[in-house]
């Protein structure tokens, strides 16, 4: 798990890589909650989705946002962090330019950000999202939603209410060629306190059993064109 420091649009910016000796291997960029909660990338959540992304195969990179830990800069309200997440990205991609696809992941502000990341990069062929606050945020930029992924949620969290989660994920269940897999944790927290084994579970059992058949399927290097948002 090495440290690595590269450079971002406010300066360095610290993360951990874990490089597949498979050239190959899939990639999975994992984005942590908010920095200003005592957000970061050593995160339990944001860890263990980092492990169990390993445990399959991927090459995998977290990093702290600006003014995090040794990243400089300072917090953003979202708009740098996006900037940030963007530049991760470039970052992992350099690293393993023969990568068969490209994964985003986020747990709570990092699940916002993560799915905005997604909308603007056409080489994220699936997510996991952990906790996304869609009583927070507005997610109607979703629309389409570009790729099929996992929505994790607690029912016990009494920061993101699983009754706001479960309309996103319906609403974006209802979008044609998305499969969105909804999963409750029964009983978890925000913070999947007591909870963390079933949520590996999830993850595991997600990861394993859709995203390798994706991988097995791919053939083709993704498009990485960037993809153009709509003129404000």
Same mark, same amino acid.
């Given at each position: 798990?090495?440290?690595?420091?590269?450079?971002?649009? *406010?300066?360095?910016?610290?993360?951990?890589?874990?490089?597949? @000796?498979? /050239? #190959?291997?899939? &990639?999975?960029? %994992?984005?942590?909650?908010?920095?200003?909660?005592?957000?970061?990338?050593?995160? /339990? %959540?944001?860890?263990?989705?980092?492990?169990?992304?390993?445990?399959?195969?991927?090459? %995998?990179?977290?990093? #702290?946002?600006? +003014?995090?830990?040794?990243?400089?800069?300072?917090?953003?309200? +979202?708009?740098?962090?996006?900037?940030?997440?963007?530049? &991760?990205?470039?970052?992992?991609?350099?690293?393993?330019?023969?990568?068969?696809?490209?994964?985003?992941?986020?747990?709570?502000?990092? &699940?916002?950000?993560? $799915?905005?990341?997604? $909308?603007?990069?056409?080489?994220?062929?699936?997510?996991?999202? %952990?906790?996304?606050?869609? #009583?927070?945020?507005?997610?109607?930029?979703?629309?389409?939603?570009?790729?099929?992924?996992?929505?994790?949620?607690?029912?016990?969290?009494?920061?993101?209410?699983?009754?706001?989660?479960?309309?996103?994920?319906?609403?974006?269940?209802?979008? /044609?060629?998305?499969?969105?897999?909804?999963?409750?944790?029964?009983?978890?927290?925000?913070?999947?306190?007591?909870?963390?084994?079933?949520?590996?579970? #999830?993850? *595991? @059992?997600?990861?394993?059993?859709?995203?390798?058949?994706?991988?097995?399927?791919?053939?083709? /290097?993704?498009?990485?064109?960037?993809?153009?948002?709509?003129?404000?």
């Amino acid at each position: 798990m090495p440290e690595v420091i590269f450079s971002g649009p *406010e300066g360095r910016l610290e993360g951990r890589f874990h490089k597949n @000796e498979n /050239k #190959n291997a899939p &990639a999975a960029l %994992v984005l942590h909650p908010h920095p200003k909660h005592g957000g970061t990338m050593n995160n /339990k %959540v944001v860890y263990n989705i980092y492990q169990t992304f390993v445990r399959n195969g991927f090459s %995998v990179l977290r990093f #702290n946002f600006r +003014g995090v830990g040794r990243s400089q800069g300072k917090f953003d309200n +979202g708009v740098g962090e996006l900037a940030d997440a963007a530049t &991760a990205l470039d970052w992992l991609q350099l690293q393993n330019q023969d990568a068969g696809t490209f994964w985003i992941s986020g747990f709570s502000f990092g &699940a916002w950000i993560s $799915m905005q990341l997604l $909308m603007r990069r056409p080489e994220l062929e699936g997510f996991i999202t %952990v906790s996304p606050p869609a #009583n927070m945020y507005d997610f109607n930029f979703l629309s389409p939603c570009p790729a099929s992924g996992l929505i994790l949620q607690g029912d016990q969290d009494s920061i993101v209410p699983v009754e706001d989660v479960t309309k996103l994920s319906a609403k974006l269940s209802a979008q /044609k060629n998305t499969n969105i897999d909804f999963r409750v944790i029964r009983g978890a927290d925000h913070f999947y306190r007591n909870h963390m084994e079933e949520l590996v579970s #999830n993850l *595991e @059992e997600y990861i394993s059993g859709h995203i390798k058949e994706t991988i097995k399927r791919s053939r083709v /290097k993704p498009d990485r064109r960037r993809r153009q948002l709509p003129a404000a």
